[in-house]
């Protein structure tokens, strides 16, 4: 079974900084690949950006330009580093693998924008 542990949520003010980090318990290259999810509440989850094991990266609109995603090989750790952050994306944000037939999750960790 994969584990994928995530933190950095936490409370900032709107314009302000946060970086998520996404720790898997087994090495990145198992997944094809990995990714950000995340959820407000009262919506569905929607995906906010996605890394390949060939450093293809994918963003959601809301986030391309603020939102930068990478990955620490060594550390089969995946990062979400967000700037210049606005209230509405204030949501749980989850951190998720891909697999052959089978997808992963991490168990969220909230991210708060003050006004």
């Known amino acids: 079974q994969v584990q994928l542990v995530e933190s950095g949520g936490g409370l900032v003010q709107a314009g302000g900084s946060l970086g998520l980090s996404c720790a898997a318990s087994?090495?990145?290259?198992?997944?094809?690949?990995m990714g950000w999810y995340r959820q407000a509440p009262g919506k569905q989850r929607e995906l906010v950006a996605t890394?390949?094991?060939?450093?293809?990266?994918n963003y959601a609109a809301s986030v391309k330009g603020r939102f930068t995603i990478s990955r620490d090989n060594a550390k089969n750790t995946v990062t979400l580093q967000m700037n210049s952050l606005k209230p509405e994306d204030t949501a749980v944000y989850y951190c998720?693998?891909?697999?052959?037939?089978?997808?992963?999750w991490g168990q969220g960790t909230q991210v708060t924008v003050s006004s």
């Open positions: 087994r090495s990145w290259f198992s997944f094809i690949a």
């Open positions: 890394i390949t094991t060939g450093d293809s990266t």
């Open positions: 998720t693998a891909r697999g052959i037939g089978v997808d992963y």
